[in-house]
């Protein structure tokens, strides 16, 4: 199949980028970050999540991140709802697509959201029938997709199950994620390709983690099969908390450097993103995690 001319980037970085982060980080800060994804150019940004404290405490000032950004016209800003009590307050916020997110592995449906895969399907389906009445876009994350660092091997017939349920929800996205980076190209081409037999090549994106640095070799893959959304993170910030050994989603700055390269279109600003790479790991007190953005700024600096 031919290769897609235009993508569409999710920046994660503001959620699945610091939910991870040990150290509280400051409102103020998650804020700026959102606000300069937003003026790169990126029409999606993942802002923050609407989940349990107790859970996921970097997360817990998601109401008053949400009141503070400077919203950019024309950009859509994505928060993560497990439950009707975190629709609630995501529509509270006037967030502009919420997420459900499930797994394609008991194990570790279990692990992050305290339930079955099947009662979450019960607890998602009144959330996304809200989202769906108050004219909100609905996405849905697929954890373990590929792998799940608990039971190991997930069968593509799992994957495939919970994505139909997805769509018959109403999902207008659905995002097959590689939570622990296991999957390898052949695996990641044979999964999107079943999943694309139930649902729409339009509505699956893929959510990589580079724990093995295999992302960018997957985006490949999927684009390969008709996939053209793809979730990144600036400087490969990322994980999540309930994924043993998970580390960062693919860098932002190294998916575009490959995209431009190929002349494949994002609207995104590649130097701004170098930029605010830079500085967002500045303000994490560590080095850049991203090949392209450390490139980029050694040769500047040179
Ligand atoms: P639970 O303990 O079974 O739920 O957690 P509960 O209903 O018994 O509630 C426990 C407490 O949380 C109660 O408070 C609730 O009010 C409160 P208490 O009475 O004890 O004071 N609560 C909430 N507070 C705020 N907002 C809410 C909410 N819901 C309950 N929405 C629950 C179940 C789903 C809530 C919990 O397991 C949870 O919050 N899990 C989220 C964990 C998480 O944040 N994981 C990371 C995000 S997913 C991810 O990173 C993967 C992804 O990137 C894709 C990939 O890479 O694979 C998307
Ligand atoms: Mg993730």
């Given at each position: 199949?031919?290769?897609?001319?235009?993508?569409?980037?999710v920046?994660?970085?503001?959620r699945?980028?610091?939910?991870?982060?040990?150290?509280?980080?400051?409102?103020?800060?998650?804020?700026?970050?959102?606000?300069?994804?937003?003026?790169?150019?990126?029409k999606n940004v993942e802002a923050t999540?609407?989940?349990?404290?107790?859970?996921?405490?970097?997360?817990?000032?998601?109401?008053?991140?949400?009141?503070?950004?400077?919203?950019?016209?024309?950009t859509i800003y994505s928060v993560l709802t497990?439950?009707?009590?975190?629709f609630?307050?995501a529509r509270?916020a006037r967030a502009d697509e919420v997420v459900i997110?499930?797994?394609?592995?008991?194990?570790?449906?279990?692990?992050?959201?305290?339930?079955?895969?099947?009662?979450?399907?019960?607890?998602?389906?009144?959330?996304?029938?809200?989202a769906l009445?108050a004219g909100l876009r609905l996405r849905a994350a697929?954890?373990?997709?590929?792998?799940?660092?608990?039971?190991?091997?997930?069968?593509?017939?799992?994957?495939?199950?919970?994505?139909?349920?997805?769509?018959?929800?109403?999902c207008h996205e659905?995002d097959?994620?590689?939570?622990?980076?296991?999957?390898?190209?052949?695996?990641?081409?044979?999964?999107?390709?079943?999943?694309?037999?139930?649902?729409?090549?339009?509505?699956?994106s893929?959510?990589?983690?580079?724990?093995?640095?295999?992302?960018?070799?997957?985006?490949?893959?999927?684009?390969?099969?008709?996939?053209?959304?793809?979730?990144?993170?600036?400087?490969?910030?990322?994980?999540?908390?309930?994924?043993?050994?998970?580390?960062?989603?693919?860098?932002?700055?190294?998916?575009?450097?490959?995209?431009?390269?190929?002349?494949?279109?994002?609207?995104?600003?590649?130097?701004?993103?170098?930029?605010?790479?830079?500085?967002?790991?500045?303000?994490?007190?560590?080095?850049?995690?991203?090949?392209?953005?450390?490139?980029?700024?050694?040769?500047?600096?040179?």
């Open positions: 199949m031919a290769l897609p001319n235009s993508v569409k980037i920046e994660v970085s503001p699945d980028g610091l939910q991870n982060e040990k150290a509280m980080i400051s409102t103020a800060i998650k804020v700026e970050l959102i606000n300069r994804l937003s003026q790169a150019g990126f999540s609407f989940v349990s404290p107790k859970w996921t405490p970097q997360m817990a000032d998601a109401a008053e991140v949400m009141a503070q950004i400077t919203r950019r016209p024309g497990p439950n009707i009590k975190g609630e307050a509270e997110f499930g797994a394609a592995s008991e194990a570790f449906s279990q692990k992050n959201i305290n339930c079955s895969i099947a009662e979450s399907i019960d607890r998602f389906e009144p959330v996304a029938a809200a009445a697929l954890s373990c997709a590929f792998g799940c660092p608990y039971q190991g091997e997930v069968p593509i017939a799992d994957v495939v199950m919970v994505a139909k349920r997805f769509a018959e929800m109403g659905i097959i994620a590689d939570t622990i980076g296991v999957g390898t190209p052949t695996r990641v081409r044979e999964v999107m390709q079943a999943v694309t037999e139930v649902v729409d090549p339009s509505r699956i893929g959510h990589f983690h580079d724990t093995y640095g295999q992302s960018l070799a997957n985006i490949l893959a999927s684009m390969e099969v008709g996939i053209s959304i793809f979730h990144t993170s600036v400087s490969g910030l990322g994980g999540c908390p309930y994924a043993k050994g998970a580390t960062g989603n693919v860098a932002t700055e190294d998916v575009l450097f490959m995209l431009n390269g190929m002349g494949i279109e994002t609207g995104i600003d590649f130097d701004a993103v170098v930029e605010i790479g830079q500085w967002m790991s500045a303000q994490l007190n560590r080095a850049g995690g991203s090949r392209a953005g450390n490139a980029i700024t050694a040769k500047r600096h040179a």
